[in-house]
């Protein structure tokens, strides 16, 4: 058994759990209700049902919500393809640190009027495979991962029928915001949370910025230009590498203190310059860093090539230790005056929300054999 839980027998059918979730009982419990609510979609009900009947933890399912459960909706946000709010939650979700079956009241125990994201798309009125796809991805991330939004279950709009994906809402906005600076990898997707240990950042919106009506054949791409690979803006299928390319773009601009090109325009011709090789500019005083993150376009280059590359555990030390104090102060010194005295962006903060990206064809005409046989893209 595993030395890190607590095990105990269950009050109902004797069997002995662990992890405060007796699987056996409450699937049945589960179960039971499935009659008394419906998502209107039987593919959708039966994925949801699903991650009931195999839940080993209450943070591993999901649940049909009623919007009428749902109150003081107020929006939060537009994304490229939808709309984020904040509501509260009336029954709210199980609880997650003991046992959520309550054997005295015979019902479960929740957090009550709990705050929560919403996370509505426009035109779903049915549930999709992409839909569904998304969904399941989150859920099985939320199995191994604490550092990702947690999806707590499904609504739907009475109002337009649309459906829309109940999340655990983070009141500390995303790394941009505060200063700290997948298919969609950029820092507007990075939240974070505040609690006695610090900033907690996590992962949100695998993929769930494109449009939920899409079938997998249609290759629309959407992002925020300069967080897109450049094999990707050519219309290649994503892979491994590309998400390193996000990742080290993000490095770029938590290094840096602002978004990657804010100088330039996020149009055709900055994809055509990511294509050609351009990269942000780095300062010079955080050398180690930028060391760091050229492993990152190394490691994105590398595997673009289907092979492998890490970082070794004797360049992570030398790093860690060549990062001086005075690195360091500079560093933060610099994050605090553009905190202070931002630079201007050319256009507004609308170009930092995922957007169709329709430049393939153009790029296409402009580049050379020469240049995609450089980017190693050739079919």
Known sequence: MDEYYEYYRCQKCGQIYGKDYCKSC????????FAHWTSGDSNLDEMIQ?????????????????????????????????????????????????????FNKSKWRRKSNYIVAIKKFRNT??????????????MKINTISSNVIQIYGVTRDLQNGEYAIVTEFKSDGNLREKNYYHKDFHSGNILNSIDKYGISPEISDFGLCRPMEQSSADKTLCGVLPFVAPEILLGREFTEAADIYGIGMVMS???????????????????????????PQIPEYTRLAKELENQFWNLFNVLNNNNSIELS???????????????????????????????????????????????SQYLSQKLTVDDWNKLKLTD
């Open 313 to 359: 555990e004797d360049r992570q030390l030398e790093i860690k230790e060549a990062f001086s104090q005075e690195r360091e102060d500079k560093w933060k010194a610099r994050l605090a005056e553009l905190a202070t005295n931002p630079i201007p962006m050319k256009r507004s903060q609308n170009m930092l929300t995922s957007k169709r990206l329709d430049y």
């Open 26 to 33: 409450n699937s049945v419990r589960f179960r039971d209700n």
């Open 50 to 102: 699903n991650s009931q009947q195999n839940a080993d933890r209450s943070y591993k399912l999901i649940e049909w919500i009623e919007y009428s459960n749902l109150e003081n909706i107020e929006l939060i946000a537009h994304g490229g393809f939808g709309t984020v709010y904040k509501a509260i939650w009336k029954d709210g979700p199980l609880i997650n640190y003991k046992q959520p079956w309550n």
């Open 253 to 279: 601009e938590v290094i840096s203190g602002e978004p990657p090109f804010i100088d330039r325009d996020y149009d055709e011709h900055l994809a055509l310059s990511i294509c050609y090789g351009q990269r």
């Open 125 to 138: 009125t049915h549930a999709s495979s992409e839909f569904l796809d998304e969904i399941n991805i989150n």
